[in-house]
């Protein structure tokens, strides 16, 4: 109870200094009213908090918890009482956005408006995926009987946590995709440090044999969690104020908020200084004391940042604001060029921030493994940092910047990410490094069950994985999406993680030394996929996105369909380039197989 009221006295306050509740309207429109507004953040806040602790309900069940602690079962039911709780405030919170948005009070909203604004609007579509994602999971939750069965409603309420960051101040600010990203990763690092938190304390509650082991999980957790949150929560201050700026509203907040999260810092340093150590001497007294007041520490937190969504951030002067710089995220670049390719870089947040983890992962692990006397074959490392470098040439160099200006560049980097890249990362076996170099233990669990989970088979199964492959042609370029995904750079990047995931579970189901022919049968089935898109492209009169690339207003370069038509060239080539370097890699494992056995006899 001391965690709601602190929530919601720092709540009111919060929107009543940022002037989100303000009277004022402009000339010839109308308000809502003060209470819709305020119900409006309230809902919010309701939202934001029924999503963290679903979430942490599953991080419980599904990481944190002793496979044999029997209170899997509790854990989900709360997850799932959570999630309808998610459900329900995301709908209020839909209602009170329909009725501030045309500026009529809350018992004025018609079934029209409301419709108009979940159908025909970013944010209302954005919250249909919320409540569709929450009630998924208070349906699905309940029926997981093992934890690894409730990592699957714990991943899909992550990933219902993130559609509004799309719609938000995020997305219309300036390096758009850097903002979007930082604030996802800081929403996701600050649901799974604070839910998981709430349910460990309930937990520990419950049965304080669970605290030792339990709590040692969270630790580490938690830490990577509060630096994800300072860093993330920096790098989205600094692009919303232009720098360090506590003279306005919107400023003074994100003051507030760096003082909230020192004070949390000081409780983490206390748990690992104090109260973990005495877990197993002294009991669970001193954590669940240290714990209680830091939940509510996070409570004002959550409130806190709940509030300042609701404010607005400074505005750019107008001259500073170029249109096409505006829709690209970046000047409009000049002629293509090898310099321009090789040396204009423009780094993708999502892609380079995974390219660079996980080089230093792997790096961590073929260091852990060699230093307990094990080998590693340095084929495999060669492979692993290949392919890594070709994704971020694919996302990072000046490719990227010319992926959103010519059609064909976008076709180079897509076939890159999608064919070429997963290549070299399979052959680097990084599954294969990670359960070798980690200990026996959870982590090393979790990768393997990962691993081999049902879901990874089933897209990893020929036809599964065939279609997908298919899917990243047609169903991307043949929809609205790909204009979306030019239009706002964190779509794009989202789109590029799964093309590389994709073409990742192809290449598994292609590799397969034991069923040579059925592989060879999967390459030939999709060939005739990139055939008829090359066709498509080469003769069609109409051109994808045609209205963005026009805009754009290029001085330079072939008009966007003939551009389009030189793209069909490319698919054709590079298809069949990735066919026969699968049929490459397909010999090698048949040879190295063939090798094995004739070394074993």
Same mark, same amino acid.
């Given at each position: 109870?001391?965690? #709601?009221?602190?929530?919601?006295?720092?709540?009111?306050? =919060? #929107?009543?200094?940022?002037?989100?509740?303000?009277?004022?309207?402009?000339?010839?429109?109308?308000?809502?009213?003060?209470?819709?507004?305020?119900?409006?953040?309230?809902?919010?806040?309701?939202?934001?908090?029924?999503?963290?602790?679903?979430?942490?309900?599953?991080?419980?069940?599904?990481?944190?918890?002793?496979?044999?602690?029997?209170?899997?079962?509790?854990?989900?039911?709360?997850?799932?009482?959570?999630?309808?709780?998610? =459900?329900?405030?995301?709908?209020?919170?839909?209602?009170?956005?329909?009725?501030?948005?045309?500026? #009529?009070?809350?018992?004025?909203? =018609?079934?029209?408006?409301?419709?108009?604004?979940?159908?025909?609007?970013?944010?209302?579509?954005?919250?249909?995926?919320?409540?569709?994602?929450?009630?998924?999971?208070?349906?699905?939750?309940?029926?997981?009987?093992?934890?690894?069965?409730?990592?699957?409603?714990?991943?899909?309420?992550?990933?219902?946590?993130?559609?509004?960051?799309?719609?938000?101040?995020?997305?219309?600010?300036?390096?758009?995709?850097? %903002?979007?990203? &930082?604030? %996802?990763?800081?929403?996701?690092? +600050?649901?799974?440090?604070?839910?998981?938190?709430?349910?460990?304390?309930?937990?520990?509650?419950?049965?304080?044999?669970?605290?030792?082991?339990?709590? *040692? /999980?969270?630790? +580490?957790?938690?830490?990577?969690?509060?630096?994800?949150?300072?860093?993330?929560?920096?790098?989205?201050?600094?692009?919303?104020?232009?720098?360090?700026?506590?003279?306005?509203?919107?400023? +003074?907040?994100?003051?507030?908020?760096?003082?909230?999260?020192?004070?949390?810092?000081?409780?983490?340093?206390?748990?690992?200084?104090?109260?973990?150590?005495?877990?197993?001497?002294?009991?669970?007294?001193?954590?669940?004391?240290?714990?209680?007041?830091?939940?509510?520490?996070?409570?004002?937190?959550?409130?806190?940042?709940?509030?300042? &969504?609701?404010?607005?951030?400074?505005?750019?002067?107008?001259?500073?604001?170029?249109?096409?710089?505006?829709?690209?995220?970046?000047?409009?670049?000049?002629?293509?060029?090898?310099?321009?390719?090789?040396?204009?870089?423009?780094?993708?947040?999502?892609?380079?921030?995974?390219?660079?983890?996980?080089?230093?992962?792997?790096?961590?692990?073929?260091?852990?493994?060699?230093?307990?006397?094990?080998?590693?074959?340095?084929?495999?490392?060669?492979?692993?940092?290949?392919?890594?470098?070709?994704?971020?040439?694919?996302?990072?160099?000046?490719?990227?910047?010319?992926?959103?200006?010519?059609?064909?560049?976008?076709?180079?980097?897509?076939?890159?990410?999608?064919?070429?890249?997963?290549?070299?990362?399979?052959?680097?076996?990084?599954?294969?490094?990670?359960?070798?170099?980690?200990?026996?233990?959870?982590?090393?669990?979790?990768?393997?069950?990962? *691993?081999?989970? /049902?879901?990874?088979?089933?897209?990893?199964?020929?036809?599964?994985?065939?279609?997908?492959?298919?899917?990243?042609?047609?169903?991307?370029?043949?929809?609205?999406?790909?204009?979306?995904?030019?239009?706002?750079?964190?779509?794009?990047?989202?789109?590029?993680?799964?093309?590389?995931?994709?073409?990742?579970?192809?290449?598994?189901?292609? %590799?397969?030394?034991?069923?040579?022919?059925?592989?060879?049968?999967?390459?030939?089935?999709?060939?005739?996929?990139?055939?008829?898109?090359?066709?498509?492209?080469?003769?069609?009169?109409?051109?994808?996105?045609?209205?963005?690339?026009?805009?754009?207003?290029?001085?330079?370069?072939?008009?966007?369909?003939?551009?389009?038509?030189?793209?069909?060239?490319?698919?054709?080539?590079?298809?069949?380039?990735?066919?026969?370097?699968?049929?490459?890699?397909?010999?090698?494992?048949?040879? =190295?197989?063939?090798?094995?056995?004739?070394?074993?006899?």
């Amino acid at each position: 109870m001391a965690a #709601v009221a602190a929530a919601l006295v720092v709540l009111a306050a =919060t #929107v009543r200094f940022g002037g989100s509740i303000s009277e004022q309207a402009a000339p010839g429109l109308t308000q809502a009213g003060a209470f819709t507004k305020g119900a409006l953040s309230l809902s919010e806040l309701a939202m934001n908090a029924a999503g963290t602790l679903t979430a942490g309900w599953l991080l419980l069940a599904a990481v944190l918890l002793p496979a044999a602690s029997g209170h899997l079962e509790r854990c989900l039911r709360a997850a799932s009482l959570c999630a309808l709780a998610w =459900t329900l405030a995301t709908l209020a919170a839909a209602a009170f956005s329909t009725g501030d948005l045309f500026g #009529v009070p809350a018992g004025r909203v =018609t079934g029209d408006l409301l419709a108009a604004f979940l159908t025909d609007l970013p944010q209302g579509r954005a919250l249909v995926a919320v409540a569709v994602a929450a009630a998924t999971v208070a349906v699905t939750a309940p029926l997981a009987r093992t934890p690894q069965a409730a990592g699957y409603p714990l991943l899909l309420a992550l990933a219902g946590l993130l559609p509004p960051m799309f719609t938000g101040h995020a997305a219309d600010a300036s390096f758009h995709a850097l %903002a979007v990203h &930082s604030l %996802a990763a800081h929403v996701l690092a +600050a649901a799974v440090w604070a839910g998981g938190l709430v349910a460990l304390a309930m937990a520990v509650r419950w049965d304080g044999r669970l605290a030792a082991e339990a709590v *040692a /999980r969270y630790s +580490a957790v938690a830490l990577v969690c509060f630096a994800v949150v300072a860093v993330s929560g920096a790098v989205s201050a600094w692009i919303r104020l232009g720098g360090f700026d506590p003279g306005s509203r919107y400023g +003074a907040l994100v003051a507030a908020k760096i003082a909230v999260l020192a004070a949390l810092a000081g409780f983490g340093w206390r748990h690992r200084r104090a109260s973990i150590p005495r877990l197993r001497s002294r009991g669970t007294g001193t954590f669940l004391r240290v714990a209680a007041v830091e939940i509510v520490v996070m409570a004002a937190a959550m409130a806190l940042a709940t509030g300042l &969504s609701r404010t607005p951030p400074p505005e750019l002067a107008g001259d500073t604001l170029d249109p096409v710089e505006l829709r690209l995220g970046f000047p409009l670049p000049g002629p293509p060029s090898v310099s321009a390719y090789a040396l204009d870089w423009w780094i993708d947040p999502l892609l380079g921030t995974l390219a660079v983890l996980g080089g230093v992962l792997y790096a961590a692990a073929v260091v852990r493994l060699r230093g307990r006397g094990g080998a590693w074959p340095l084929a495999r490392v060669v492979a692993w940092y290949a392919g890594l470098t070709i994704v971020l040439a694919a996302t990072s160099s000046g490719l990227a910047r010319y992926s959103m200006v010519l059609f064909s560049a976008h076709l180079v980097q897509h076939m890159a990410v999608t064919l070429l890249a997963p290549v070299m990362l399979w052959l680097g076996a990084p599954v294969a490094l990670a359960l070798r170099a980690l200990p026996e233990g959870r982590p090393r669990d979790l990768v393997d069950a990962a *691993a081999h989970s /049902r879901a990874v088979r089933l897209l990893t199964h020929p036809v599964a994985a065939t279609a997908l492959l298919a899917a990243t042609l047609y169903g991307f370029y043949f929809t609205p999406l790909f204009e979306s995904s030019l239009r706002n750079h964190a779509i794009h990047s989202l789109v590029l993680a799964v093309f590389l995931a994709a073409g990742y579970c192809y290449l598994r189901a292609v %590799a397969n030394p034991g069923r040579a022919l059925r592989a060879v049968a999967v390459l030939a089935a999709s060939l005739p996929f990139h055939a008829a898109f090359a066709l498509h492209l080469a003769g069609s009169d109409d051109a994808f996105a045609a209205g963005w690339f026009t805009r754009l207003g290029r001085p330079w370069g072939v008009p966007p369909l003939d551009d389009q038509r030189s793209a069909g060239e490319i698919v054709w080539t590079l298809a069949a380039a990735a066919t026969l370097l699968f049929l490459a890699v397909l010999a090698y494992l048949i040879r =190295t197989r063939s090798g094995y056995r004739a070394r074993r006899t």
